[in-house]
């Protein structure tokens, strides 16, 4: 496997996903979101993986993998017109039928077609499956990547104060948040998406991210561009939320050695 391997990927991702765009700006806005979280997720996985010190094969297996992760959002999209697993389709599911369908993985070698597919299956999982060391490796490997793109985008987003149904994934926006959400993160576990009810809900899920993150490069960069700051920052003020924040900042300080 080398570089040319990525390239044919690479390709027919591009072709994949053109064929969702349509001669409707307002329908495109989300399929171009996922087509660029995509290319920055590629390139998060390479900054991290490089880091890490991945051998040349293994990080051109991360970034085919985070090349793929989210394939299933552009069907789903295009069947159910939402990114909503729960009232739609398992988005990780539905992307490697697409792979089967297309044989995306056909000619890859068969320990890293399973690796690529197992991490494509888990990336988006609450929980972390029981897997050997090298697949597990390669799971919170996505999972970081993916994570930190996604903090970077709603980091903007909520600054920004614009509002887009897609983005929020349809919630209420209320001033109120849940105690089963707040109970979660205090208690240092990663909030469900089924446990949400607005998009405050949504926004204390994200800060209950932290506690998913498994490298020092990624904790560097949350801590880097301040991501549980400026999430916090659009949530209501409150003592409860104060003590989450802090919860959040103090974890992120403890991995990277910051904490007294």
């Known amino acids: 496997m080398n570089t040319d391997t990525v390239n044919i990927i690479k390709n027919w991702f591009t072709g994949y996903v053109s064929g969702f765009y349509r001669d409707d700006p307002e329908y495109n806005q989300p399929v171009y979101l996922k087509e660029q979280h995509t290319k920055r997720v590629c390139s ?34 295009e069947l159910y017109r939402t990114f909503v697993d729960s009232v739609s389709e398992n988005h990780a599911r539905l992307g490697l039928r697409q792979l089967g369908v297309n044989k995306v993985l056909s000619k890859f070698p068969g320990n890293d077609k399973r690796l690529i597919s197992k991490a494509i299956a888990h990336h988006n999982a609450l929980f972390l499956p029981k897997e050997d060391e090298r ?5 919170k490997l ?15 987003y909520y600054n920004g104060k614009r509002s887009n149904n897609t983005m929020d994934l349809d919630l209420p926006d209320e001033p109120v948040f849940s105690k089963k959400i707040i109970e979660a993160i205090s208690g240092q576990i990663v909030v469900n998406m089924k446990d949400l009810k607005t998009k405050n809900d949504f926004k204390l899920l994200q800060l209950s991210w932290v506690f998913d993150i498994n490298f020092i490069p990624s904790f560097k960069i949350i801590k880097q561009n301040d991501y549980i700051t400026k999430i916090a920052n659009s949530l209501p003020v409150s003592e409860e939320i104060s003590e989450i924040v802090n919860l959040a900042s103090d974890y992120v300080d403890t991995k990277l050695g910051l904490s007294l």
């Open 44 to 77: 998060n996985i390479i900054m991290i993986g490089k880091e890490l010190g991945l051998s040349p094969h293994d990080l051109i297996i991360a970034e085919i993998i985070a090349l793929l992760h989210d394939i299933g959002r552009f069907r789903q999209y």
């Open 142 to 156: 996505i999972r970081d990547a993916d994570k930190l793109d996604i903090w970077n985008l709603f980091a903007d």
């Open 135 to 139: 697949t597990l490796f390669f799971i």
